[in-house]
């Protein structure tokens, strides 16, 4: 480890009147708006080959320190952008071959960040970055001021200014018209358009619209994400932006994945499984210039890509899916739900779907009256 300083709508895809779907599942098929895959690192006919030196923000995170091991693992060198020089030495793999560079970088600087990654000459990076402090000491609100500087102005953000800045690093390998894969991927969030549906939308897609993060979205953190999102988005430099739902670490990796847009995906999936995603997409063509949820599914067996899955999506630039296609996404996401009541609406935040099921209290609480403070995020820069 070396460290420096510095769209056709199936109104009849509901899984358990259309037969055809349980041929997708097993076969890894589907429609373009719901794909799945499998996950493990073969290549596909699809796949080009992976870049060979990729920038990872966030990179002492839970999901950000997977990211820098699944790169590893396959050879990739990687530059880790930190905040915290001796929490990379005891988060991040060992490295004995020099492949890995950890940098300290301010990921609210866009001087810093663009300066480490041309001095460094990556060929792509991987936005896993939240920025939250790891002080116990301090509060959610304070939490939140640390990653936002100020929480009610999501431009001063380290998403809205890290990103951007990103994005600018690669805005001239943009001019090659043979650049096909993925210069800027960003680990972002399930739910993060829901609080600014209409009423009418909420309610039509009530599982989705009313789970806990939605419904208390403290501090506007997720109005802020999808903000972030739509700069990366205006930024005109190849990305990919992927929204994992709930991460956790108890649930299976190896699940396949399930992917789907339109942001009405609830569901679960581990942080390996969201790594490997992050890194598939770097060879991924049809990773590019798309938006995408994925939860994992236990019991299907592996694909060889995710290129045959994320090939059926749509590119952002297509506009959004129709109100008809998100009904039939929404009908079939919801029979996927873990537990047997299978109501998202119902959970508190904290409270577990198993839980649900046999009506005990989640960890913050009851419906309606959680301790959202205990569950503000851990940091991952």
Same mark, same amino acid.
């Given at each position: 480890m070396k460290i420096a300083n510095s769209h056709t709508a199936w109104c009849s895809f509901v899984l358990l009147v259309c037969p055809m779907v349980a041929t997708a599942f097993s076969t890894g098929g589907g429609a373009n708006f719901f794909a799945s895959a499998a996950l493990n690192s073969s290549v596909s006919a699809t796949d080009i080959a992976m870049p060979q030196k990729i920038a990872v923000t966030g990179a002492t995170g839970r999901t950000g320190a997977l990211v820098v091991k699944e790169l590893l693992d396959r050879g990739v060198d990687v530059v880790a952008l930190v905040r915290d020089l001796s929490k990379a030495e005891t988060s991040?793999?060992?490295?004995?071959?020099?492949?890995? %560079?950890v940098i300290q970088c301010d990921l609210g600087s866009e001087k810093d960040i663009i300066s480490t990654i041309t001095s460094n000459d990556c060929d792509a990076a991987i936005w896993c970055a939240t920025g939250f402090s790891d002080n116990p000491q301090q509060t959610l609100i304070e939490k939140i001021q640390g990653i936002f500087g100020v929480a009610i102005t999501p431009k001063q953000s380290i998403d809205a200014v890290g990103i951007p800045a990103l994005a600018k690093c690669f805005q001239a390998d943009d001019k090659d018209s043979n650049n096909t894969t993925p210069k800027v991927i960003m680990l972002s969030s399930a739910g993060v358009t829901r609080p600014s549906w209409s009423e009418e939308k909420k309610a039509m897609f009530e599982g989705s619209a009313d789970i806990p993060i939605v419904r208390l979205n403290p501090f506007n953190i997720l109005n802020i994400k999808a903000d972030s999102e739509e700069r990366l988005r205006q930024s005109r430099v190849p990305y990919t932006i992927f929204r994992p739902t709930g991460l956790n670490d108890k649930w299976p990796a190896g699940a396949r994945p399930i992917f789907s847009q339109g942001d009405v995906a609830v569901g679960r999936i581990n942080r390996a499984d969201v790594a490997k995603i992050l890194v598939d997409c770097l060879s991924t063509p049809d990773a590019t210039g798309k938006t995408f949820e994925a939860f994992s599914l236990q019991g299907y067996p592996p694909a060889p890509s995710v290129s045959t899955a994320l090939s059926r999506l749509q590119k952002d630039s297509d506009g959004p899916l129709s109100d008809a296609t998100l009904s039939c996404t929404y009908s079939a996401m919801q029979q996927l739900l873990p537990g047997e009541t299978q109501d998202a609406a119902a959970l508190a935040m904290g409270q577990t779907y198993e839980q649900l099921d046999e009506g005990? %209290?989640?960890?913050?609480?009851?419906?309606?009256?959680?301790? *959202?403070?205990? *569950?503000a995020p851990k940091p991952s820069s």
């Open positions: 991040l793999p060992n490295d004995d071959d020099g492949s890995l %560079t005990e %209290t989640g960890r913050l609480g009851e419906r309606g009256s959680e301790n *959202a403070e205990s *569950a």
